[in-house]
């Protein structure tokens, strides 16, 4: 078994951290009051009673985010190798690195250039670029 | 009667019972520290809005964390009955526990500081990428439509910011040599701090370490004009503030995590010239961290939210391009430098 001072003072300290968050929820569970009302066992919409439970539907964008953050953060760690034996690899090391950042960074702007990091599809796009704003216009048109 | 216990206090176990009590203490100062950033914020955001803020309970208000504190305890502990129970409870202690296993990562001074492993950067890493687990299972489980929005807006704008904050931070690990936080400092210590020579890694970082503690400007998962309060819609009592300790528990370890990256953790300014400085190592790691604790309260009060489809396309378009350039170019001259 280790017994480096480093090795009691991480344990001990991962135990507390634990011990302190599972105190706080404990004793809030026990000292806490209970009371209850006629509406409250419903999900928070702002007063409006809830049309429907289930069926939110959400943007594919959030999908395509994770996505695109799967494979950067993966393409990162190989990157975070190279960093640490930036002077062991030498120059040539540092050529295969750089033919690599640029292919990702080729990547990143063919992902920009398809418009897959606009948060707004293209056709409001669009629609937005035509719509003249009345504010916008100090008010003389309308 | 004295003597087995004197026989098992051998210097070893002395060492490990005072690395244990150090943790402890580490963690204790830690904890109360997050919980006076809550009056310093109220106290500095009123000081700027020209009001009193908290001054009632205890010298300058300082009582107001405690009577807070035992206030919430006695809130009702409540778990909606619609709500995914296990993992809603998991959430909030998600949030705050690993918050604070990061800070063991942080090396105070040349003798405390609970953890220094090898790979002490990547494992901050890790634990950055598993925060984002509270955000998300906080929402999920919550079975509410503002919760779910909110914990999704926030997974993808923490991913997002996520990707380069690793790119951002290699700059010091390149001219560092190595993942070891502990060492960085060290390296700090001969050289210059790393704030100059990596400038805009420093920046970049900046913006991921805000992001790390979904702090203002990036705050958008719990905008509270158009989300309710957003993952944590559902939650009260301690089970939200669980989620509230651990967002300032987040500022002092982004803070702690700065100033050993950039800002030469507990070197002195100056040292070179007035080496009696030196003698206070504790003394420069305070002030610094509590420098960043304070400009974080300061963007909050300073900066407006920006819109969502904005921060997401500054994410990937410049800060991600931009810490890949730094990365590159940090590389280029430290082998240039070195031949």
Known sequence: MTTSPEFWSIAVYIVAVLGLCTVMLGLSALLG???????????????????????????????????????????????????????????????????????????????ARIGALDWAPASRKKRQALQVHPKNQGGASV | MLEPIQALLTPAVLGAIWAAAKAVIILLTLVLSAAYMIWLERRLLALWQDRYGPNRIGPFGLGQVIADMIKIFFKEDWTPPFVDKFTFILAPFIAM??????????????????????????????????AVYAVMLGGWSSNSKYALLGGLRSTAQTISYEVFMGVSLMGVVIQAGTFNLREIVLYQEQHLWFVLPQFFGFLVWCLAGVAVTHRTPFDLPEAESELAAGYHTEYSGMKFGMFFVGEYVGIVMVSGLTTALFFGGWDAPFSSVFPALKTVPFLWFAIKCFLFMSSFILLRAALPRPRY???????????????????????????????
Request: glycine letters at 6%; a negative charge; charged letters at 10%.
């Open chain 2, 309 to 339: 489809d904005h921060m997401m396309s500054f994410a990937w378009k410049i800060c991600l391009p931009l810490s890949l350039v730094n990365m590159l170019v940090t590389a280029g001259f430290v082998l240039w430098a070195g031949n």
């Open chain 2, 97 to 130: 526990s690993l918050m604070m296993l990061a800070f063991a990562l942080i090396p105070i001074t040349p003798n405390w500081g609970v953890f220094a492993p090898d790979i002490g950067m990547l494992l901050f890493f890790a634990i950055a990428g598993l």
């Open chain 1, 33 to 111: 009051g209970r009371s209850g009302a006629r509406a409250r066992n419903e999900p928070f919409e702002s007063g409006v009673v809830s049309a429907s439970p289930e069926n939110l539907r959400l943007s594919a964008k959030f999908y395509l985010v994770a996505v695109f953050f799967v494979i950067f953060d993966v393409e990162a760690l190989f990157l975070y190798a190279w960093a640490v034996s930036v002077r062991e690899s030498g120059w040539v090391g540092f050529v295969e690195a750089a033919v690599f950042i640029f292919i990702l960074l080729a990547s990143l702007v063919y992902l």
